[in-house]
Every structure is written in structure tokens, then in C-alpha cells.
């Protein structure tokens, strides 16, 4: 299909030179096949409740942000209209023919803004078969450019979505003894954005849709439909998400396990691919402005503080340098 990105074209040689990978990555077991399973499923509906169906509520949303780094959230407060909309319009957007979404004047978006495969790899492991357009939140309320559902849309569910994550970073914060404003202050509708990913069907399982990584910001929110291809580590074990059409998934990134002091942990997760069918999410970061500093809200703390600005910069110098990026342990003190 015309609106399909390149692929196997562009990555040609790494597909030549796959035969002699695939039997490397068999030997190495790197796509184990791995249980599915249901992460915590909290019905956050109890936060209107009384006091004690409140706290108890609270209690398990940062326990399961300790064990997990990841949990689904019901009775959340964006509703399935919103989500739907989102999603339609999305899967509009990705239809569009391929030469028109590498053309950021085309949807008047930042260059860049529109991302695909792994320009990087050197070898299919290290592709991710994935397109993407990375929106920042700024950049909605700002453009002319933007078809107007789909800015209007996107400002609905960017508008549900961040209040929803102001009230869960609140809840850590507090749960770890910290009646905070950090968050309300420094994360603001202007520093966060928007991932629309597309996952097409891939000829092969041995390449992910989305490479490992843990999350750059302080904790999001995910939509994703029900193909499934979402997996976490717990325990040091891969483990697939099974999709519920009534759950966002919520996780911790890498600025809160810092804040928190390593008490809530920004795991590392990933997308595999499917042969048959395409896969569509969103996702809402929660990022401060670049200059805010992030530092551990407990003494002693295990990273030295620094502002989110110092942060971004040393995982592009590492992804560049290394391959991959590194993240919250260049920060250890
Ligand atoms: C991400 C991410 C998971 C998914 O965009 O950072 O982890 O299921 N997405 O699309
Ligand atoms: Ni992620």
C-alpha cells in the first residue's frame, strides 16, 4: 500500500543479512515467547468515593507503581467517545499516502514530527517497524495546519488525558509523603506530547514493532486497541499485556523512578509485531519544561539531580555514540 513506509526497501541488506541473524537470535532466545498476563487492573473511580474506598485506591496505585512500573486504570474519566474519535482520526492520518506524511509542511507539523523504522540499525533486532507521529502539545493549539477534527480531537483527549495525570503523579507524590506542586508547575500542557503510533503487519516476528525502552518522562498514559503486541519485565521475565477495551495502561518513566528515588520504576517495555493484522496506540507523555531540575524528593538520593534539558541530551549523545540509550544509570551519583 501506497501509505505503508518503505521498509523492506530501505532496509534491504539488513533483511539480506537476516538469515545469518536468525539463527544468532534463535540461539540467543531474544523473542522468547512469554506469558500473558493481566497487569493490576485498578478502578480509579474510588478516588470519588468515601475516604476509605479513596485511600485504599491510592494505596494500590503506587504499590503496583513500585512492583509493576506499569497498571490499567478503569473508570477513568476519559470517555470511550473521546477515545474513539482519537483513534478514527488517527488511523485517517496513517492512510494518508507515505509521501505526503514525510512532508511536514503537509500537516503544518515540526520537521520530525512524523518517524518511522530506526534509521540507525545495522541490523533487523535493532529496526523497529513502527510509524509515528510525535506531536507536541504545543504544537495542537498553535497550527493552522492540522485538519481541524483532528486538532480538535486531539486537544479533547490531550486535555482528559493530562488531567488524569496530574491527579496520579499528585497521588505518588503524596503517597510517598509529598503534598507536591512540582508537577502542576513544571509539567504543562506546553512541555508534554502525543504519540500516534502505527504498527503495519511485518513478514517476520523476529523484528519488533518497538524496540525495548524505558519511557523519557515522569509517566504515561496509554490507549492501545485490541491486536495486543505490548510486553513489560517483571521480574526479569518478559511478560505480554493482555488488552482490555476499558483500560488505559498507565507506566512510570524514567524523571519519577529519579524523583521518587528508585521507589517507582520505570521499566523497560516493548512492542512485537504481528503478521496478519495492524496495530494502532496513543500515547500522552508527562514531561517537564527542559529546564525544570529533577531532583530525589528523599535523602540520600541515588542520582545526582539534573534538568530534563541535561537529561534529553545525554540519551541522544548515547543512542548516537552507542547505539542505544543508556538513561537514568548516567545519573547514579
Ligand atoms: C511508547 C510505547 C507502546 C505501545 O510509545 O513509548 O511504549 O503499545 N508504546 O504502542
Ligand atoms: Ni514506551
Known amino acids: 500500500m501506497d501509505s505503508d513506509p518503505p521498509f523492506e526497501?530501505?532496509?534491504?541488506t539488513l533483511f539480506e543479512n537476516s538469515i545469518e541473524e536468525s539463527k544468532i537470535n534463535r540461539a540467543n532466545q531474544i523473542l522468547i515467547t512469554c506469558e500473558e498476563c493481566e497487569l493490576p487492573l485498578i478502578d480509579i473511580g474510588r478516588l470519588n468515593m468515601e475516604e476509605l474506598e479513596r485511600e485504599e485506591c491510592k494505596k494500590e496505585i503506587a504499590r503496583a507503581s513500585q512492583d509493576w512500573g506499569f497498571f490499567q486504570v478503569i473508570n477513568h474519566g476519559v470517555s470511550s467517545e473521546i477515545l474513539e474519535d482519537m483513534r478514527s482520526e488517527q488511523m485517517q492520518v496513517f492512510k494518508?499516502?507515505?509521501?505526503?506524511?514525510?512532508?511536514?509542511?503537509?500537516?503544518?507539523?515540526?520537521?520530525?514530527?512524523?518517524r518511522w523504522g530506526t534509521p540507525t540499525a545495522t541490523c533487523l533486532s535493532q529496526l523497529s517497524w513502527s510509524e509515528a507521529f510525535h506531536i507536541p502539545l504545543m504544537?495542537?493549539?498553535?497550527?493552522?495546519?492540522?485538519?481541524?477534527?483532528?486538532?480538535?480531537?486531539?486537544?479533547?483527549?490531550?486535555?482528559?488525558?493530562?488531567?488524569?495525570a496530574q491527579r496520579l503523579v499528585e497521588i505518588l507524590a503524596e503517597e510517598m509523603g509529598h503534598k507536591s506542586t512540582f508537577?502542576?508547575?513544571?509539567?504543562?500542557?506546553?512541555?508534554?506530547?502525543?504519540?500516534?503510533?502505527?504498527?503495519?503487519?511485518?513478514?517476520t516476528s523476529q523484528i519488533f514493532g518497538l524496540m525495548p525502552h524505558t519511557d523519557s518522562d515522569f509517566l504515561t498514559i496509554l490507549h492501545q486497541d485490541q491486536v495486543g503486541g505490548l510486553q513489560l519485565v517483571k521480574d526479569g521475565r518478559w511478560i505480554a499485556v493482555k488488552p482490555n477495551p476499558e483500560a488505559l495502561i498507565i507506566n512510570i518513566g524514567d524523571l519519577f523512578q529519579a524523583w521518587s528515588n528508585g521507589v517507582y520504576k520505570s521499566v523497560q517495555h516493548r512492542v512485537v509485531t504481528n503478521q496478519k493484522v495492524e496495530r494502532f496506540s496513543t500515547a500522552y507523555f508527562l514531561c517537564p519544561s527542559y529546564d525544570a531540575v529533577i531532583e530525589s524528593c528523599v535523602e540520600p538520593s541515588l542520582y545526582r539531580k539534573f534538568s530534563f534539558r541535561e537529561f534529553r541530551q545525554q540519551v541522544k549523545e548515547d543512542v548516537q555514540k552507542l547505539g542505544y540509550k543508556v538513561g537514568l544509570p548516567r545519573f547514579l551519583v
Open 139 to 164: 504544537d495542537i493549539s498553535s497550527s493552522g495546519g492540522l485538519p481541524t477534527t483532528l486538532s480538535s480531537t486531539m486537544g479533547q483527549f490531550a486535555a482528559t488525558v493530562s488531567d488524569l
Open 96 to 114: 494518508q499516502p507515505f509521501r505526503l506524511k514525510t512532508n511536514h509542511q503537509y500537516l503544518n507539523l515540526s520537521a520530525g514530527c512524523y
Open 9 to 12: 526497501e530501505t532496509y534491504k
Open 183 to 203: 508537577f502542576k508547575e513544571k509539567c504543562l500542557p506546553s512541555t508534554c506530547y502525543i504519540r500516534m503510533n502505527r504498527y503495519p503487519p511485518c513478514p
